[in-house]
């Protein structure tokens, strides 16, 4: 099972946390601090971080800017009383991979524990696969490198996982809501338009034509684009 980091100044959380994550098989350390816990975060001992973002010494969002400004690919999950969107929306474009406000229900984060180290997995795609190629664009699971015609392209963390997603479903329509489910983690909003502006990002990088829109279904990545269609 995974080894699971626990950044949290809240001993009752930070006990309760643990005691549930073992309870199913995990194996537990806790850091008190964002100091400890970005150090813990960058040690590689551990599969996945639940990062508080109120902490003494560094808070959340400096440990997660700093966790991936060092090229940190860890997936974090922020666990956090501050539940403002505009919290909310910092932590995700920080780097983080989910978001849960407390007070939260263990099962629910139990899942989307699960989720995110699934994604990590090298063999995300299927069994011992460890890269994607389509379209021109191929990413190496172990490594969470991406190349278009074997040019390497930089991805943010939120990036590779949502062209993960498009390349393991390759040539099948994605909804907004299938996306959102398994990139962010979250209940589909009507309102928001997380997913068009990542699809926007993404064909800046991989070409225009690499992500077909279908109207009034969602999207569709294309295993062959054109060759004028893909960057220089």
């Keep these: 099972m995974a080894r699971i980091l626990v950044v949290e100044d809240e ?15 995990h194996t537990t350390t806790i850091a008190t601090d964002g100091r400890a816990g970005l150090d813990e ?3 590689g001992g551990h599969d996945l971080v639940i990062l508080d973002l109120g902490l003494p010494l560094l808070d ?19 666990l956090t009383a501050r539940d403002s969107v505009t919290d909310t929306v910092s932590a995700l474009e920080g780097g983080a991979d989910d978001y849960m406000p407390k007070p939260f229900r263990f099962a629910e984060l139990l899942a989307r524990v699960r ?5 990590q997995s090298p063999d995300a795609g299927a069994p011992g696969q460890e890269a994607l190629e389509a379209g021109g664009v191929r990413l190496d699971l172990r490594s969470r490198r991406a190349l278009v015609d074997g040019k390497e392209i930089d991805l943010s963390a939120r990036e590779f996982t949502l062209a993960e997603t498009f390349m393991i479903n390759a040539g099948n329509v994605l909804s907004r809501e ?14 928001s338009n997380v997913v068009d502006v990542y699809v926007g990002y993404l064909r800046k990088k991989f070409g225009a034509h690499t992500i077909a829109t279908v109207r009034g279904m969602g999207y569709r990545f ?11």
């Design 11 to 25: 001993a009752r959380i930070a006990a309760f946390l643990t005691k549930g994550l073992r309870a199913e098989g």
């Design 41 to 43: 975060a960058m040690s």
């Design 60 to 78: 959340g969002h400096a440990v997660l800017e700093r966790l991936r400004d060092q090229g940190s690919r860890i997936p974090v999950i922020v």
């Design 115 to 119: 989720l995110r180290l699934r994604q």
């Design 178 to 191: 299938q996306l959102l489910d398994h990139v962010w983690g979250l209940d589909f909003d009507p309102g």
């Design 222 to 232: 294309v295993a062959s684009a054109p060759a004028a269609a893909r960057p220089d």
